[in-house]
């Protein structure tokens, strides 16, 4: 993997802008992949520098994580809860992705699936937000057993390069009943776990091949995507509470349309 300075600070750009926005971050990092004609082989580099957007999560909602474990500390049942809604959502992807993850990278890990994921994905978020009922559900800690599991099942689609983490975890928490705010909070806490995961798969199975330059570039675009996370987050939540998710899914048809159309036609 040779990436130019260039390449690796708009890919890091690209991870901190959309890896919490229901957009797919996998599905634009292989279309700007695609766009600026990156070597093949940067897989490592896309899956470790969304660990740095995922710092971002840890360092905005730090008072709250401290309370966790102070209250896991004291066995406070609301500290006990959130953990385990965290750890009980994370479990499904962990087990899938365990068996199926390498043929699903073999078999759709091409722009075309992105492009056409992401338009589908656009239309199923129109819909949801049309049909989503009432909430019942206003926090981590009171979800239920069933919802966690829930959202755990849906997020599994997200390993569908353009399909998105956070897309598929805050609309199936919609669906399932969670609050707005609460069902992105969620996806934001879920994608923790999710990501320590893939990343320290991901670091193991290339350590081998990762030379001096591999991890510089690696080290620059986890910062450039934790110091643009940190942005966007914040950003998003507003967005969310007054407009809903309307305008990502209209952005998702969009993108996708001009993708697919731009790949078919070059």
Same mark, same amino acid.
């Given at each position: 993997?040779?990436?130019?300075?260039?390449?690796?600070?708009?890919?890091?750009?690209?991870?901190?802008?959309?890896?919490?926005?229901?957009?797919?971050?996998?599905?634009?990092?292989?279309?700007?992949?695609?766009?600026?004609?990156?070597?093949?082989?940067?897989?490592?580099?896309?899956?470790?520098?969304?660990?740095?957007?995922?710092?971002?999560?840890?360092?905005?909602?730090?008072?709250?994580?401290?309370?966790?474990?102070?209250?896991?500390?004291?066995?406070?049942?609301?500290?006990?809860?959130?953990?385990?809604?965290?750890?009980?959502?994370?479990?499904?992807?962990?087990?899938?992705?365990?068996?199926?993850?390498?043929?699903?990278?073999?078999?759709?890990?091409?722009?075309?699936?992105?492009?056409?994921?992401?338009?589908?994905? $656009?239309? @199923?978020?129109?819909?949801?937000? +049309? !049909?989503?009922?009432?909430? =019942?559900?206003?926090?981590?800690?009171?979800? %239920?057993?069933?919802?966690?599991?829930?959202?755990?099942?849906?997020?599994?689609?997200?390993?569908?390069?353009?399909?998105?983490?956070?897309?598929?975890?805050?609309?199936?928490?919609?669906?399932?009943?969670?609050?707005?705010?609460?069902?992105?909070?969620?996806?934001?806490?879920?994608?923790?776990?999710?990501?320590?995961?893939?990343?320290?798969?991901?670091?193991?199975?290339?350590?081998?091949?990762?030379?001096?330059?591999?991890?510089?570039?690696?080290?620059?675009?986890?910062?450039?995507?934790?110091?643009?996370?940190?942005?966007?987050?914040?950003?998003?939540?507003?967005?969310?509470?007054?407009? $809903?998710? @309307?305008?990502?899914?209209?952005? +998702? !048809?969009?993108?996708?349309? =001009?993708?697919?159309?731009?790949?078919?036609? %070059?």
């Amino acid at each position: 993997m040779e990436l130019s300075l260039l390449a690796i600070i708009l890919l890091g750009i690209v991870e901190g802008l959309t890896e919490f926005l229901p957009v797919s971050s996998t599905g634009h990092l292989i279309l700007a992949g695609e766009i600026m004609a990156v070597p093949h082989g940067t897989e490592t580099f896309d899956i470790v520098i969304q660990l740095g957007a995922i710092l971002a999560v840890v360092v905005l909602y730090r008072q709250r994580f401290a309370e966790v474990l102070a209250g896991l500390a004291r066995r406070d049942p609301g500290a006990i809860l959130f953990t385990r809604n965290v750890l009980l959502g994370f479990l499904p992807a962990a087990a899938v992705g365990a068996v199926a993850y390498k043929m699903i990278k073999t078999i759709l890990m091409t722009p075309i699936v992105v492009a056409i994921a992401l338009i589908l994905g $656009g239309i @199923a978020i129109l819909v949801i937000e +049309r !049909i989503v009922k009432q909430p =019942t559900c206003d926090s981590v800690e009171t979800m %239920r057993l069933r919802t966690t599991l829930g959202i755990g099942v849906i997020q599994c689609l997200a390993m569908i390069p353009g399909v998105s983490r956070s897309g598929a975890t805050i609309m199936g928490a919609l669906v399932l009943g969670v609050e707005r705010r609460t069902a992105a909070e969620f996806s934001f806490f879920l994608a923790i776990p999710t990501m320590l995961g893939a990343t320290s798969l991901a670091l193991w199975k290339a350590r081998d091949d990762l030379g001096d330059a591999q991890a510089s570039a690696i080290a620059i675009g986890f910062v450039v995507s934790f110091v643009v996370a940190l942005v966007v987050i914040k950003w998003f939540l507003r967005i969310v509470t007054t407009h $809903g998710f @309307a305008p990502f899914a209209w952005y +998702r !048809i969009i993108a996708g349309s =001009t993708a697919l159309t731009w790949l078919l036609l %070059r």
